[in-house]
């Protein structure tokens, strides 16, 4: 089920109304219900694998608090993290592997026919994230099995994040019995229209143009490929961001909380800013699970250097079992290692053409990794950057159709005028707050809708990030 | 709760006045006047002025850029009209635009409708509705259009129209645009030649599935009803393949079972020039903008050819 279908419209609606008037374990149950019921929309079956997980990690969990030796507890840890790990392993990275294998000569495997349960990346970093935050005795095990289950499969966040920690999100589920306020509900309510509109009218319509000038590289100039390219860096963040915000928009319509995932990005000033605000759940994640665990920065710049291009590798490796992420990955880490050499971030920009070129800096460097992200294979990566620095030819740039492009261009204008204006500035509770606020953020929205009926792309596409 | 509600409905309120009213005025002072351009202005266009025309061109860019309804002596109608469309023109588009055509009163005698086995006929486009909604601005104008919608477009698609906005989606600024050239429309037949000339480099063949997937129910239901409608009310139907440069996308096994099913299923002559060994001369780069597409000399060629053809007929 996707946010901006019609049919998710119908599904909100009912169990809003059901849960706003229901209390406690009942809620508990109807919130558990309805994800089981907004999961099995995409494939039934997988369901099971969710329960699978649930149960691994809430055993593993319970286990780790009630051991008495660190031995038994180290032993659960273990236990939690290879089966969750291997669940991931077995549906996402084994045909990722075997080809590779047999690539090598070392194996003669075929392929196994499966299809990737949606959103397994995520629900397997939030369950392991709980498991070692246990193990670390920063947070209780739960002993309900009921509100863990809620934790890992709570519908907003479930195929695509934010990757919440237990820590924020258990307290919230364990009682369920909060008051849904007026004010949770008119916050949730315009924040959810804002990601619809970035999903809808700027997402959707770049990715028009994206799909065309990717799907056919061979075909078009190096000029229409570099705009393809910053129109994918422009897609990628509305498509992601907008769901983040739908995500955070609903919880907090039930009265929920959600952390915050994306922090206006592209306004950064060097690499190591825009990873602070670009996907903040799983980049915070990725530093505390992982950059940490390899040591972090406390043996040496050169550790810290390798610690940063293996936490970044293994991210791209998160995104996609193909080689392509772990290049987009490796760059990432290169670019991070490069700025902590040279302690860019420490170079604060004081005048505003500097602070320009800061951020063009960063746009730039961010989409010829994009090239990779987007790209299918590898070839198709270097075909289309060998094109952009080669075969430009600024003459041959068509808009393919004058129509999707001009949406594109208004729709990139409004996201840049709110976003440097109003959300650079307020968060929707500051704005809710602020003089005459409902009605400003009630403008907005409207604003917003209207936008959706003339500029949107309603061809209901899926969410990028669902594929991981 | 009740806070809720009371703040939903003001807001569901406001739009509503916001939509129906921006689109009553939108439409009475803009779009009813814009007399050009594929969102709807060239369908205006043909609707007040050129209620008489006796000969109608339908199909994609590729009727639009290909065939030039002057040079079509050997049809005897005074008044002629290619209502070709860049990239959605395909059957359901064009049977909805002829029913509109039909309540519209405007009733041509001769009805040439340009057809591509692969890729435009099998391309999947969400039930059609990219093709559709190409109509949608005229939908309250056209009770066959309504009717198509509730029975074929889905729920969804519903709901997004009950929003009048919605009518013009990803069309506004082309409007717009358009209604500032509307002193001075000089496109008095529907034809637009192209610029330019090929490069061979660039030229790919477009993957091929063999042998040819099945042709889409709802497109064929669209193939039939324009037969149908043709049959009876006696409108002369040709249908044209045209070629495209070198076959980059001719695919004789979905031209013939397309034929079958014309042949099978109603009275339309058929001029099959997809295969490009049909008009020999055309297979020069010279003549074309991109491979699919001819520019205006080839543009002027292929009219030729059309037109021995129809004198044969």
């Known amino acids: ?468 | 709760m009740k806070k809720i509600l009371r703040t939903l409905l003001i807001l569901i309120l406001v739009i509503l006045a916001i939509d129906r009213g921006f689109v009553y005025l939108f439409h009475s002072a803009i779009f009813s006047k814009t007399l050009s351009g594929e969102s709807g202005g060239s369908v205006n266009y043909l609707l007040q002025r050129k209620k008489d025309a006796g000969l109608i061109i339908m199909g994609s860019s590729r009727a639009k850029h290909h065939i030039d309804p002057v040079r079509l002596y050997a049809n005897a109608e005074k008044i002629k009209y290619n209502a070709g469309i860049n990239g959605t023109g395909g059957l359901i588009y064009n049977s909805r635009l002829l029913h509109l055509l039909l309540e519209k009163n405007i009733k041509p005698s001769t009805l040439i409708l340009q057809l591509d086995a692969h890729p435009y006929f099998t391309a999947d486009d969400d039930r059609g509705l990219t093709e559709l909604a190409q109509l949608y601005p005229f939908i309250s104008e056209s009770r066959s259009l309504r009717s198509f919608v509730k029975n074929e477009a889905g729920l969804a698609e519903q709901i997004k129209l009950f929003f009048h906005s919605y009518r013009f989606n990803g069309k506004l600024l082309n409007i717009l645009y358009n209604y500032r050239k509307r002193h001075s429309v000089g496109d008095e037949n529907g034809f637009i030649p192209l610029e330019g000339i090929l490069k061979d480099s660039l030229v790919q063949p477009l993957s091929m599935a063999s042998p040819m997937p099945a042709f889409p129910e709802n497109k064929i239901a669209a193939l039939q009803d324009v037969l149908t409608v043709c049959a009876k009310e006696n409108i002369q139907l040709i249908i044209v393949f045209p070629p495209s440069y070198h076959n980059v996308i001719h695919h004789p096994g979905g031209t013939s079972a397309l034929i079958n099913i014309i042949r099978k299923t109603g009275r339309a002559r058929i001029i099959d020039f997809s295969d490009i060994e049909s008009i020999p001369e055309l297979n020069q780069s010279k003549y074309w903008r991109d491979a699919t597409h001819l520019n205006a000399d080839g543009a002027g060629l292929f009219s030729d050819s059309l037109n021995a053809r129809l004198a044969g007929l």
Not at chain 1, 51 to 58: A, E, K, N, V
Not at chain 1, 144 to 169: D, H, K
């Open chain 1, 1 to 468: 089920m996707l946010f901006n279908s019609i049919v998710f419209l119908v599904f909100f609606s009912i169990f809003f109304f059901l849960f706003y008037y229901m209390n406690g374990t009942w809620r508990k149950w109807l919130l558990l219900l309805a994800s089981c019921i907004f999961y099995m929309w995409f494939i039934p079956v997988y369901v099971l694998i969710l329960f699978l997980t649930i149960g691994i990690d809430y055993f593993a969990a319970i286990k780790i608090e009630d051991d008495k030796t660190d031995k038994a507890k180290r032993f659960h840890l273990w236990f939690g993290i290879i089966n969750t790990c291997l669940v991931l392993f077995i549906f996402k990275y084994h045909n990722f592997f075997i080809d590779n294998f047999n690539a090598l000569g070392l194996t003669h495997i075929e392929n196994w026919d499966i299809i990737l349960p949606i959103g397994l990346s995520f629900h397997t970093f939030q369950s392991l994230s709980y498991v070692v935050e246990v193990y670390r005795g920063n947070i209780k095990a739960e002993r309900s099995l009921l509100t863990y289950s809620n934790f890992v499969m709570m519908f907003p966040q479930l195929v695509a994040g934010p990757i919440e920690r237990a820590n924020n999100m258990l307290p919230q589920l364990r009682t369920c019995d909060h008051t849904i306020s007026y004010r949770d509900f008119s916050i949730g309510f315009h924040r959810f229209f804002w990601g619809l509109f970035k999903k809808v009218v700027v997402a959707d319509t770049a990715s028009v143009f994206v799909d065309a000038t990717y799907n056919n590289y061979m075909l078009h100039p190096g000029s229409m490929l570099l705009v393809g390219t910053a129109l994918f860096a422009v897609q990628i963040y509305c498509d992601f961001s907008g769901y983040s915000d739908m995500a955070i928009g609903i919880a907090r319509m039930l009265g929920f909380r959600f952390r915050e995932n994306f922090a206006i990005p592209y306004f950064s000033k060097d690499i190591t800013e825009f990873w602070r605000r670009w996907h903040i759940s799983l980049s915070s994640w990725l530093r505390d699970y992982l950059y940490i665990s390899f040591g972090g920065n406390r043996y040496g710049q050169w550790k810290t250097y390798r610690n940063l291009m293996l936490t970044m590798l293994l991210g791209g490796l998160w995104h996609g079992a193909s080689w392509n992420f772990v290049i987009w990955g490796g760059i990432n880490g290169l670019y991070l290692s490069i700025e902590k050499m040279t302690n860019l971030p420490a170079w604060k920009p004081k005048f505003l053409i500097s602070k320009l070129m800061r951020v063009a800096y960063v746009f730039i460097l961010i989409c010829l990794t994009w090239v990779f992200f987007r790209a299918v294979t590898f070839e198709q990566a270097t075909g289309i950057i060998g094109k952009i620095f080669t075969g430009f030819n600024a003459s041959g740039f068509q808009f393919l159709d004058v129509n999707v492009f001009s949406s594109i261009v208004i729709g990139i204008v409004t996201l840049l005028a709110f976003e440097y204006v109003v959300f650079r500035n307020l968060t929707f509770d500051q704005l809710f707050d602020s003089k005459k606020g409902q009605w400003k953020l009630m403008a907005m929205t409207i604003f917003f809708f209207m936008m959706m009926l003339f500029f949107g792309n309603s061809t209901g596409n899926q969410f990028i990030y669902f594929q991981f």
